[in-house]
Every structure is written in C-alpha cells, then in structure tokens.
C-alpha cells in the first residue's frame, strides 16, 4: 500500500486534453412495422433523419453502424462541439418520423480524451526545474498554458474525423478500485509506465485500427469508453486479447458491455430499413 | 482491524445536518405521441405541469433537466419541506395531464444533508474541556444545542436555492464496507481526516462547480446522492476525476449510475416536448 | 478461522420465535387510466379492495403505504395467521377490480421474528447447570419447553399491531458471508455480543421508531425483513447511519434495496387513487 | 492451497447418479383478463392444461404450486423422463388455451441427482484393496458396475413421487469458487466430510421436509436446484438457518434467488384462476 | 505476483486460429398469436425462414434448436464466413414473415477459435533455435508462417460442419482477473499445463460430446462461446462437473448463463409453430 496521495511528491493525477463531446445511441429497429411500410416511405424516413443530422452536426458529424445481435440493430455515434449540441442531435433523433420505429436500448455520454501521463510528469519535471513549486499559481498557471499549447498541437486528433473503417467495436471500461488491487492508489510513475506499455501495444496495431477513447466521468456509468475501428473485425479480438496480458489490463481493467458492427453510409440508411446490408461508400 | 466500536474513546458517527427533502424523478419521453398532438397541446401540457409544481412548492423549488442518453428525457429535483410535500409534488407529476406521455426510469429520494465531521470532532473536545462524559444526558444535551445553534448558522446551505447553472450531474454513492477496506471500522480521526482531503479538492473548484450533497440511509439504494451544477460540463470530470486519487474516494467510494444534462427554465418545457433544446433563462 | 460448527461448545444457532406471516406487495398505479375514470369510480374500486381486505385479514391487518419515486406509489403489507391466509389476500388483491390499475414491482414474504442469541445462551447454561447434555432429547425436550413458554410471554411482540405512524422504511437484509467475513462461522458469543451492541443503539431510539424485523430464509431473497415506522422520516437516517459503525452492521450487514413512504388510513385509498396525498387519521 | 486436481491422491469428483429430468416453469396470471371470462370458461382453460399435461406426462408428473409475491402466481414442475418428454411438456403449456393468460416469470433445468461422496470414497478403497489403479480401464468398469448397481438400488430415490406437502420452497445454488475459499480445490475427504455433516442436519428435519436436490451444471444458471416439500413452512427457514452454520454452506454456498408457495391439486387449477385458494386434496 | 508481462522471456500471448463467425440468436414464439394462424400459414412462415437461410448460408449454415425454459423457445447458431455475411443472416430473420412472432432474449457473437498453446511454445523454442529473437520482425514473419500452414492443416476443425446431434448447450465464459487469481498474470508455462490437462479431461468425453469454442473479446460481453453437442444431455452435466475441479476452472473460470435444447432439422420448423416437438432427421 502506497500513502495517501498527498503525501506522494511529483504528479497525482496526469493531465488530459478534451475533444469532441459523444453521445453513442443504440436502438433496435420494429422490424414488422417497417415491412409494412412502401419502400418510398422507408426511403424517406431514412434520408429525413439523415439530413437533419447532417445538417445540425457543425463541423462534427454522426457515424451510423448496424449492430449486430440483440443489443440493437443501429448505433448512432454523434460527435459535436458541446453538450448543448449533443442534446440537439438527441432531440433531432427524437423528433424525426423515423422514431417511432426505433426502440432504445443503450446509450453513453462521453468526452474525446487525451490521457497525458508522460506530458505530465515531463512538465512537472521542467517546472521544478524553473523553480516553480507544484501548487502554486505560478505553477498552475505555467502547467495550465502549456496543456493549451500542446492542445493546439494535438488538435487534430482531440477534434479529428470519425474514421471511415467498415468495423466498430464499443465498450466502456473503468480502472479496478479494488481492496488489493487499486489503480487509484499506485504511484503516477507506476501507472505511467503501466500505460506506456499498453501504449506499445496499441502502437503494434497501429495501420489496423484506429481507437478512439473518450473520458465520461461524471457523464456516464463508466469511466471511459472506448470505440475501435478496422477493416477486419478478427483485429479487435486479437487487439484485446493480446492487451488483456499487458499489467494496466490484467491487474486494473474492468470492461463493460462490448457491442460490434457495420459502419454504412449516412446515404445507406434506407438500405437497413428495407432489411439488406447497407455499405460503407468511400468517403 | 480496529476493536470493535464501542471501546474505542471520542466520536464515532460524525453529525449532520438535515435541509430540503429531496426526490429525484426522471422518465423518458414517449415522443411519437407528443409529436402527434398540435404545438398548443404540448404547451398546454408543459405550462400545467409547470403551473401546478409552481404554486405547490411553497418556499421549495423543482429544478428542471433535459437528460442526455437512454436513461431519461427529464429529470425533475423536487425540494420541500418534507416526505408529505414530497408526496405532492409526486402525485401533482402523476396526475397532470403530462404523465401520459412519461415513462418513468428512475428516481431517487434523500435529504439535503451537511457532514460534520471536523465539528463533531471539536465538540467533543469542548464538552469534555468542561467536564461532561460522552454518552451522558448532560453531554447529549448540550451536544444537540450547539448542533442546533450550527444549523441556524448554516441554514442557508441547508435549505439553499437549486444552483442556476446550465449543466446537471446526479450520481448515488457509498462509503465501502469491504471485507479488507471498510470506512465504517475505521477511526474516527482518519475518516475526518480523509473528508478535510476530499473537502481540500472540492474548494479548488469552488467557483466552477456547485454540489448538494444529500444523505438517503433509510431511503434509497446507496447512501448518499450527489448534484453537481456547472456552467462547463468538462469541469464535472476533471473535478471526479481529480477526487478519485484521494484516500477517500479511492479507496472507500463505491458510485452507482450517472446522470448528466442541461438545465432549463420551467417555463421552457414547452419547448423541449416541441423536440427543440431548451434554454435556461437568468433567474 | 474457527474450526468447524460441530466441534465447537455449546450453541451455534440462536433460537428463533414466530409470529405473523407477512407479504409486502408494491405496485405502481396506472395514473392515466385512474384519472380516466369518475371520481365515484375510484371511490369504489378504493373501498372495494379495503373491504375485502378487512374483513378476510381475520386478527391479522394490513397495511397502507404510499411510496415515494419510481419502485411504486402503493405498498401493502399483509400481516396474517399462516400463507394459506396470505395467500387469499394476495388473491383478494388480484381479484379485486382495482388490480387492472395496479402495476406490481415488487413483493417479499417473510415471518415476524425474534432471534434470541441472549437466551438462548442462558439456556444452554442452565440445562447444562441441570445435567442436560446439548443434543440428548432430553435437552432438546426441555429447550423446546422453554422456548413455548417464552413465545407465550412475548407473544403481543410476535403477533403485534402494525405500527400507526406516519413514515415506513422497508428494506430487505443478509449476514455476510465473506471469504474473510463470515458472520456464520463467528463463534457464537461473538455474535450475541454484537448482536447486544447492535440493540443497545437500537433501544436509544425506542420512542422515535417502532421496529419489525421478519425472517425470510427460505422465503426470499435475503435473510430478513426489516420494516422501521416513525412520526419523523429522519430518523430513519440518523439510526440506520449511527448502526452501520456497530461491528454486525460494518462487518457483516449486506443491505437490498430502500423503500420509504407515508402509511395511510385504509379509508384514504381513494384519496390516492384521487391524486391526493392520502391522511394517517387515529386509530 | 491444495496442489492441482490431478497430482491428489484418490477420488476428486464424487460420482452422481441420476434421476427425473425436471423442468420448473413459473407463471404471473394476467388476471383482469381472466376476470373477464365466465367462470365455465376459466373452468375449461384450467382442466384443458391439467388434462393435457396429465395424459402426456407417461410415469411422470407435474406438480401445481400457487406462489407468494410477484415472481409469479403459478409454478409449475414437470417431472420427465428425459428432455424430449420435457420439451414436450413446455409445448403442451405453451399451445394450451391457457397460455395467452400466463406470463412467464422464470424456469430452471434439471436433473435429479444424487451426490455419492461416500460411496465414492468407499469404491475407491475396495477397488484398490482388489489391486484395481484408478484410471485404468479395469478400474472404470468395475466403478461403473458398481455405480450402476447402486443406481438400481435406489431408483425410488432417483424417479420418485413428487411429494404430497402443501408447502414448496424452491432455490438454484452454486458451491463457492472463490479467491480463498475454493469448493472445487478442496482435498475431496475434506468435502466428504463436509456434505456429512450436511447430511446430519437434513436428516434431524427427516419426517418434516423431504427434498429433492438436481444437478443444472450444463443446463441453467446455477450448479443445483433444491426443492422443499413441508407440511409447515416455518421449518423451512429454520432448517435452512441451521444449514448455513454448517461449513458447507457458511464457506461454500452461494444461493439465488428463493421461490415459496402452496402446493394444489392438479383438479384445484380452476380455484385458483377464480381468485381463490386452491386445496390440496390427499392423493 | 508474477512481474509485468514484458519482462516475462518466452511467449506470453498464444497463438489463436480463426474459423467460422458465429451469431446466436435466442427469441421466445408468441404462442398464442401463432396458434390464431392457421396450419398452413405456420408452414408457410416457417418455410419462407428455413429457406432465405439456407440460401443465403454460403458454405456455411445455420443451426436450429428448440430452447428448454423461459430463456426462449428458438435458437438459432448461424456460422458464416464473415460480419457481412452475419448482418445478411440477421436482416433475413428480422425482414422474414415469422420475425412478427419472434420476441429477440439473448445472442452472442463470436469467431470459432482455436488457442494454440502447446504449438505456441513450441514455435518459440524452434525459432529461437533457428536464431531468430522474439520480436524481430524475421521471427514474426517466421512465425506467422508457421501460423498460416498449421491453419491449413486444422481448416476443418476451424470451418466444421455444425455437429448433428440432438442436444445443445451453450455458455459464455471468461478467464477470471480476480486480485488474487489472475489468469493474465500467470505465466505461460503454467497457463499451457493448466489447459492441457483441461483437454485431457475433454478427450475422455471425445465420442459422447463435440465442442466448438469460438472467442469473443471485442464482440461481446465474455471472452468466449462455448457450444456442446451430445447426444445424451447428462453427458453435459457429467463432463462440466469434472472439468470444475481442474485447475482451469476452478481457479479461474467464470461463467454467464447456461441455455440448453433439442437440436432440429431445418425442415421441421413448422413442427415446433405448431406445439409439438420438431425431430432431427439424420442428415
């Protein structure tokens, strides 16, 4: 057991950088009522709620994936500015004549998160340098304009394209706080170098997936939610799996639900409605 | 292990102090429906509801939330002077002419309650600095007086007017009573010393975020429940996320589900039943 | 760790008293439906279902509650000879024509109980004192005697009057058996003395709170039932809270879920059913 | 910690021998629905089940249960030759007239068992004393031989006549496989031990319970289903309570979810969907 | 504690083949709706099923069994040869004539998996005989190689023909990451020997039951799907019962919920639509 953390010198807790605001929505479709629908009207009911997504989302964007199994047929991910617009693509959602048909089932609120351990404690290490004490305003203040400094550098990835890979795999996932095992009290040094492990890891997939990771404390049941995405599905099970091994997962993950699917085409919505596969056009 | 509680000296149960009675309400929307009636239904809905929590509340107050995700549409914070006007605040939701296009999801009922911990530690000091003996008539009496005299003092925070901040996070809590880990057997000066920790960091956001926190053994599942109201959604998860490292919460904080979304004015439920983002007027 | 039941000394269970049989049924009212109907309507589906109830509960009762938040509006709590008699009054309700308005959400049976860890001891000590042997049917014969003639003595406990106050707490409770806790391998004098602490914090709190604690092993889904009555819901926190630091509570209480409410006159039904807060008029 | 299954002397896995493939069902009735017919036509849905579950159930049966609380109003037991005769027992409810009134709540799986740790001990010991090494071909036939002999013997034990007691407690339960105490790596002597001791306890209840205990592993959620037959449903509890100071079931038991109810006659279905009490007529 | 997997020499992750992509998909029939249809209606909505799924099955296929319980009554095991051709699957249930009568319970998604070990260990030690160091890009390559030959010699073990007989059982699982038991920390070597002599155990049952094990990290909520097939169901029983006791399982398995049933020819669907047990005609 390691002391309480105020008695821990250096970083307690690694600064992260936030991006677009998530709202994952999943439902499943009433199948029998859309059959009994003409084709034209499932043509329009697909292409009203799309457009009216396109045309709120900003310089965000809503990625549509059919779900396999029974957790729901469609996942909705919708990246956007702030809560308020999330709240306004939830109400579009809602509002749409395509509602009626859609069932739902689960849901996660959630922010794009760069989690920055190594910045961290490479910044506290050039502060005490500068003869900044940690705690202080002048520190604070110094830390705080650095972040935004990286965050301009890292921009693009906090506010990047929802990426245009035909699988998506979703889970939220917590650190284990548990009696023995406890993430929450292992020195910053420790996690950072747990999490550069699972960094290395993650870097050996790097031209087969592109993940996603996004922070919801206090937004959700979670701590974090994690979105993959690949040309072949078979990557995620070995991604995890070969993670699952690395210590930041054997010792502290704790993993929700998983749900896997089909990314499509906005256009390609009425595809599902009328019961076929609906593709993912090139971009 | 500590002895068991009754042969260790000093305080064990920490004082408190009872404000509002408090009942959490969400339910989702059932929205084909509302959609189907015309703009003057819906607000003829909205505006009775509104009307009757209005003029029910007394000097209490309904705080109004459009939910992000599955878990609801609205939630309402009813505050009162009591479970009986709790009650009719209940039944005034189920008998409007609204609550059939409501379903409910959850909700959730507590007292607005302040922990006493570094308090209860003083007073016992002082009373025994005059001679009285914890567990005596004498020391019980004079114990409730000086209680009472705090709550007159503190009565503002007691019974407070609901935060006019745009976003809402809601989550129930425990301390852990875990086989290796448990809050309640352990001493009275480490819990009180862990609570001035956490207090430490709560301060460090004073202007950013404002919480209720409200006690509910004895009348809900978890034993707390926590309201957090912020301007910046973000804040909601750097400041949970910063508690997290510390003794209190990391090792002895078991959390439930989370609730997270924008507040609105009353007058605004109109236009959240119209399927439009509901803005939150300055008071 | 103690050794096995069977080669320790003197008792290993606590012997139990009986008395009511009881059932609680929870139920949400179907509002819209209810406000459908005339007055007079509800008023007679109210009375309806009271009067059967009176006159099948025999010297049994039953009890009415209106729940807060969303578990149910309307608690009933059967207290009869035996299941057969429980058993009709579920079918009373059922068959009642107010039960197309009920929504069950929960329900528990149970049967009052008095454990008798202190007895039971002193028991023990005096048949051994007359040269019984612990498990000789001779023992057992005289163990038994004696126990009827307590259940004669303290039968107004067993076969009580439901409390008439305002507020009632519900909430169902096990032991711990832990792979390091374990209140059933704790000897048994550990138990007693706890189980002593635990009711001496209980006794504090005589005047303010009526208690029935029922036994649901083999029955339920946990071990006991623990229903709490008083004039001020408060209290309910204040001592279920200053009990959770006794060493049964911190070590060894696993807790279900909360139910409060307000109890109300059977003649009050239709008050519910109306909207309004129904009244808790003097016996 | 004991070393790995394989490097233990003797017998680890206690021989079982097998009986009635059961199948629990449990019904909520739908009751204003059943309200609304004539009471000649609940008469007829009622002996249409009955007759159709008697004619089909060769030399088994079924047994009728009306239950307490919300889990259901109706279980049923089906008590079958094999899995075929089962599933042809859950299609004769399911195309029955009545089924359109019958919620299904729940249901388990299973096959009568009997746990032969003594009998296995003792084979083992004879089969060696006859120069026989486990393992060996020669070694399984001749267990088996014996096994299947001792089968014949108490066939009455393994396809018996449900029990004629008005009381039935039913609940699935699972030995534990815990971080320290580990059912399944304990030496098998010490867990013959165990399950003696078990033994003892159940058979001080002999003339006031009879209990039939099945094997799920393989075919529902927990590894054993129990049902109680008493004339008194008091004894349940306190023989359950005495039971869980065993060590078999203070360290290793781990127990869902407890059903309790009345048992009628199959001629007695009617009664109970005209919202009384049905009897149970001596067979 | 084992230290972090990195400083571990030799393998740490084995090497896994992958076959067929699974779904399973479990619905309950609405009974009474179906019997209100006539015979040759149910035989028409039954054809038209069987039918779109053969056709569109590829070189794969689709399993049908009859459920035993309340968990369902239809499940259904599509193997294909990707996701794509799973949504296919899934969209021709949901858009079929029968989905009306089909009320989704469970499902599971997954890829028939084989975990190599024994040829993992192997591979390590003949490479770095070969000179070639872990984690150089020769040694992957070489490895891989290896990989891609033994998948063609285990290609009808990984794309098999789904096994013919009459008895399905079906469980997902996880290996435990428990604070004390860690499967993901223990070391290679143990963790090989502890699922050799699990298989050991398997190949005692070679004839009597045939096992797919698919994976399902990344697609859904347990790390793996286990189907059994058998003639006789009591072989599931016996053999799960003996496996508990290896160490595999009783240290570190976890296990979701057990379905079981009646496997079925495709062409006695209509059977079950009209109550009566549907046969498994040789194929």
Redesign the interface.
Known sequence: MTG???DRPGP??PA?L?GW?L?H??F??R??AL?ALSPSARTSLASGLARSLELSAGDGATAFV?L????G?LLLIHARR???A???A???V??SSL??YLE??????S?V?LGMYDMTGKLYGELAGRGLEAGTDAFEHAFAEEMAAQARRVGSRLFLDLPQRR?V?F?PMDKR??????W??APFDDRA??MR?HGHIGRKYAGKVTQIIS???????WEWGVD?FADD??V???????M????A???Y?EFG??A???QFSRAELGT?L????PALQPA
Not at 274 to 277: A, H, K, L, N
């Open positions: 309480p953390a105020s307690i807790v992260t936030d605001s709202l929505q999943a499943r479709l199948w029998p059959r059919q396999l199994g029974h957790k047929d702030d809560f308020d999330l709240s306004q939830q109400l579009h809602a509002s509602f009626e739902p089932t689960f849901s996660y609120v922010i998160e699988h795999c889970y706080r548990g009696e023995a095992k406890n929450y009290s170098a747990m492990e922070g919801s404390i206090g937004f959700d049941d993959l599905p078979a995620f099970k070995q991604l995890i799996y070969e699952r091994f690395d210590r997962s054997a010792d993950a639900d998983f896997v699917g089909l599902l009328d019961g076929r596969t």
